[in-house]
């Protein structure tokens, strides 16, 4: 007892971590943050507090790695220590790194989170041994998101060679996590007071295809390693579950009617990229947008209330006008609720870099310009439907002005909104209906 005493007033060594990229980035932050506070390191958010530095990085288009090459130069100006780990810290871009930032102490690819650990304990021992009397890590671990959502990561990497494309190369082929594993890590979540599982991965409907879909346990109950199956379990937890990143495959029917009787969000993120049958033949897209277009039409029939988001990319090496409006042409008929769209950037390593006849810059933002415009007014009247609807709502946010939350129809961060003006009396994480009052072109206003 009196050995944990005074190992309890030595100082802890301190760590600052800036975590940069898409939310699969942000579950392996997550996961060193947990390994760091289980080893009895402090985590600060300051440059001068920290004895090191970690930067995550993200290397999936050029403007994200400019920005973590730039986080790394000012990590290294303010602080001197850095460790870099992530997508960035592979191949060429690794190299970039060393020649740019010599300074850097250590630098480790994407979910290398053994190795980021190490880093830290070579260049900072940790003073203090953990001790799990005084030292109290949550059973879910470190969090970056607010207490009442969380992501939950079922692979990583990914068994497609889209062109435009370089995250097989970063992260490796798709590996399937265990399915006891996910759904013990989804009860831990939920019973720390999560009420929104938000389900990521490179491909989601690929989950389980390495393991042959290999029957798993959990809590003794065998269940097949397979989104269908995962999605039955999740279901059973009474929270919100929203599936993200989900290819258009035949089999993602399954799930349709879950959504259909509330076991789990309707809401599918699926990113079809492109609605050009050539374009996405030059993408290597696993999906015809006719096919596409035919599985949405069923997915509406099943399921009244679904909402579709999606991404795509203009500008592609070889786009011509008529294909771009052939995918102006989907979007009218897709009717999807929520859409982001890219200008395609030349990222090192992409096959597509390779395709001849590039789009010129004007080009691409004049496209990208009119498919926003029409994605704009398809979101504008979809919302002004909702008007007069009572929805239910997952409150974010609470300050004197009222609350803003979001509807089953919204991811947290990439979605829209929904305003309570003057209500009182809430708190994150609640769960309140509300009717819709007014709406503008991504956001609703409730009361």
Not at 212 to 233: H, S, V
Not at 302 to 319: A, K, Y
Not at 390 to 410: F, K, M
């Amino acid at each position: 007892m009196a050995e944990r005493n005074s190992m309890a007033d030595t100082p802890s060594q301190k760590v600052g971590f800036i975590s940069l990229g898409c939310p699969k980035a942000l579950v392996d932050s997550e996961r060193i943050l947990t390994q760091l506070k289980l080893d009895g390191y402090e985590i600060v958010p300051s440059y001068e507090d920290a004895e090191v530095v970690v930067v995550n990085t993200c290397g999936f288009i050029d403007s994200a790695k400019q920005e973590s090459l730039d986080a790394i130069g000012e990590a290294i100006q303010e602080n001197g220590r850095v460790i870099v780990t992530g997508c960035m810290g592979k191949g060429d871009d690794a190299a970039a790194i060393r020649e740019l930032h010599p300074k850097v102490l250590s630098v480790t690819g994407p979910a290398a989170y053994e190795e980021v650990v190490t880093a830290v304990h070579d260049w900072v021992p940790p003073t203090v041994r953990h001790d799990p009397y005084t030292d109290l890590v949550p059973p879910q671990g470190v969090k970056l998101t607010p207490r009442h959502y969380a992501y939950l990561k079922i692979s990583e990497g990914c068994n497609h060679r889209c062109t435009f494309c370089i995250i097989p190369d970063m992260r490796g082929d798709l590996v399937s996590r265990p399915i006891g594993d996910v759904m013990e890590e989804a009860e831990r979540l939920v019973r720390a007071g999560v009420r929104e599982l938000l389900v990521i991965s490179q491909d989601t409907s690929a989950y389980g295809v390495d393991m042959k879909y290999r029957t798993g346990f959990w809590n003794g109950r065998p269940l097949k390693t397979r989104m269908q199956e995962l999605c039955e379990a999740l279901g059973e937890f009474g929270v919100w579950v929203r599936l993200h990143y989900v290819y258009p495959y035949p089999h993602v029917d399954n799930v349709i009617p879950l959504m259909a009787a509330g076991r789990i969000l309707p809401y599918l993120d699926v990113p079809f990229q492109h609605g050009s049958p050539e374009v996405l033949r030059r993408m290597k897209r696993p999906a015809a947008a006719e096919k596409s277009l035919e599985r949405i039409a069923a997915w509406r029939r099943d399921c009244p209330d679904i909402t579709l988001r999606s991404t795509f990319i203009v500008g592609f090496p070889g786009e011509t006008e008529a294909d771009f409006e052939t995918l102006l042409d989907f979007l009218r008929e897709a009717q999807l609720d929520r859409v982001g769209c890219f200008q395609y950037s030349p990222v090192r390593g992409a096959r597509a870099n390779d395709l001849p006849d590039h789009v010129p810059d004007a080009l691409k933002q004049e496209r990208w310009d009119r498919f926003m415009a029409l994605q704009q007014e398809i979101s504008a009247a979809k919302l002004q439907h909702k008007v007069g609807s009572t929805i239910e709502i997952l409150i974010d946010e609470v300050d004197a002005e009222g609350a803003v939350g979001r509807s089953s129809a919204d991811a947290p961060e990439i979605d829209g909104k929904v305003y309570l003006d003057g209500v009182q009396g809430l708190t994150a994480g609640d769960f309140v209906e509300a009717q819709v009052l007014s709406a503008d072109d991504y956001d609703l206003w409730a009361g």
